[in-house]
């Protein structure tokens, strides 16, 4: 059976970000910053993703493209020689990460959807409606989460080329559109500028500061979906590349782009809505990471009169389409695994996965107050760095001739990758411990 792919090497561009931009970096990235000094954190951010979340990236790439595998085989093969049941093991490892991930991501971005449907519903006068959209709540978690797994399944199951690299090349010129079209807005509002110096000004004495680079660490890698796998079963669809450095640099540019696009809607947002005489900072941090996107927002946004409620609805808009590129990447890991391992139809698998998705979340929503933060903290501070810090030893280390990094052989074949391959396999191991440790302890 041959395996689905992407058809172009813009394909596989567009698709990787569109599940490297997401939540993450519309509400993530602007909430981080606004509670870490603005531009500092902006700085920051910079540093360790050109440092360490762009390596990373790299090696799990690389990883996924030289296979040409699901993630569960990808890494067995890599480790065949020296740790076979533990490249496995670490590949089913990231697939439970990729359903976790979803677990919590889905009734977010089912909140999302919920607020660009009360926008409508305000818009076309049914205010209790809209109210009610508005207004979190158990029911309106049980009803939007499995929408949400739906669409997202939906585009999973028509498969990689008809499915995911369709759905992202028309998706994310859409989501930059709408992101550009709303900064225009807000920043034509009074107050904005004085947010615009806070984010683009560093106040390099928070630099330094151990819970700023932490907080930018964990950005990084959330933001550029590394160590679930997503990213290398979306390698494995690509055909085998030499230049993955160059896709890499262009993932991470459009990311960190999309992101820094935020920060400019968002924080001159906050500061046209303190204007206005909202309270939205106390003791500089904001006064609730929730109340920005969900009470801050939309308080402005209704502000604005009737354009308020069309903004509101091509915000919240954006945030859903932005979601819905980066579940389907987690989707595809288990979905690749059992197509490729268990002879299951992608039909079918989509469907399974999705299902056991959905049960996930429930209990998510069910036990929320004491589930919901832990499983996020779960994946993005341990699950996550560890996965990284496990891809950086296999390429520099651990996996068979030709294949890693620091082989002569290969070396001897492109230059640059003797001194790559070193970073590779000391340097990033060392970065990634130490932060590591920082964050455990
Ligand atoms: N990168 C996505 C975001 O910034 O919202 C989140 C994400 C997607 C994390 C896919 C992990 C993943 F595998």
């Not at 596989?12 to 981080?32: C, D, E, K």
């Not at 997202?152 to 010129?173: D, T």
């Not at 230059?415 to 060392?430: E, Q, R, S, T």
């Amino acid at each position: 059976m041959t395996r689905d792919s992407f058809h172009s090497r813009i394909g596989f561009v567009l698709a990787a970000a569109g599940s490297a931009i997401g939540l993450g970096n519309i509400w993530g990235f602007p909430t981080n910053a606004a509670n870490n000094g603005g531009g500092a954190f902006l700085f920051v951010y910079l540093v360790v993703t050109l440092l360490l979340a762009l390596p990373a990236l790299y090696a799990e790439i690389y990883i996924g493209n030289q296979t040409q595998k699901n993630p569960v085989s990808a890494l067995g093969e890599a480790c065949a020689e020296r740790i076979p049941r533990f490249g496995r093991f670490a590949g089913k490892l990231g697939l439970c990460g990729a359903i976790m991930m979803l677990s919590f991501y889905t009734i977010v971005a089912g909140w999302m959807l919920a607020h660009a449907l009360s926008a409508v519903a305000s818009l076309v006068g049914t205010t209790d409606l809209s109210v009610w959209l508005a207004t979190d709540s158990t029911v309106r978690n049980v009803i939007f989460t499995p929408i949400f797994i739906v669409l997202g399944a939906l585009i999973v199951h028509q498969g990689v080329h008809s499915g995911i690299e369709r759905w992202s090349a028309r998706l994310m010129p859409m989501l930059l559109i709408m992101l550009v079209g709303l900064i225009v807005y807000i920043l034509q509002q009074d107050g904005a500028m004085a947010g615009l110096k806070q984010y683009l000004i560093p106040d390099f004495s928070q630099v330094t500061n151990p819970s700023l680079v932490i907080s930018a660490m964990g950005q990084a890698f959330f933001s550029l979906s590394i160590g679930v796998g997503g990213m290398m079963v979306y390698g494995s669809y690509m055909a085998k590349d030499k230049d993955i450095g160059k896709l890499v640099l262009s993932i991470g540019a459009l990311d960190t782009f999309i992101a820094f696009l935020a920060g400019l809607l968002i924080i001159p947002a906050l500061f046209v809505a303190q204007h206005a005489g909202q309270q939205v900072f106390a003791d500089d941090q904001l006064i609730g990471e929730g109340q920005l996107i969900f009470q801050i927002l939309p308080t402005l946004f209704s502000s604005m009169g009737t354009i308020g409620l069309v903004v509101a609805a091509a915000f919240f808009s954006l945030l859903s389409i932005a979601a819905l590129t980066s579940t389907i990447s987690s989707t595809e890991v288990p979905v690749a695994y059992l197509v490729e391992e268990k002879s299951f139809t992608r039909r079918k698998a989509t469907w399974l996965i999705s299902a056991i998705v959905l049960m996930a979340s429930m209990v998510l929503v069910a036990f929320f107050d004491v589930l919901f933060g832990l499983i996020i903290q779960v994946l993005t501070t341990i699950m996550q760095p560890l996965s990284c810090l496990f891809y950086f030893i296999v390429v520099g280390w651990v996996w068979k001739r030709g294949n890693k990094l620091k082989d002569k052989a290969r070396i001897a074949e492109h230059k640059w990758l003797g001194l790559w391959g070193n970073y590779l396999a000391f340097v990033c191991p060392i970065l990634l411990t130490v932060v590591f440790v920082n964050v455990a302890f």
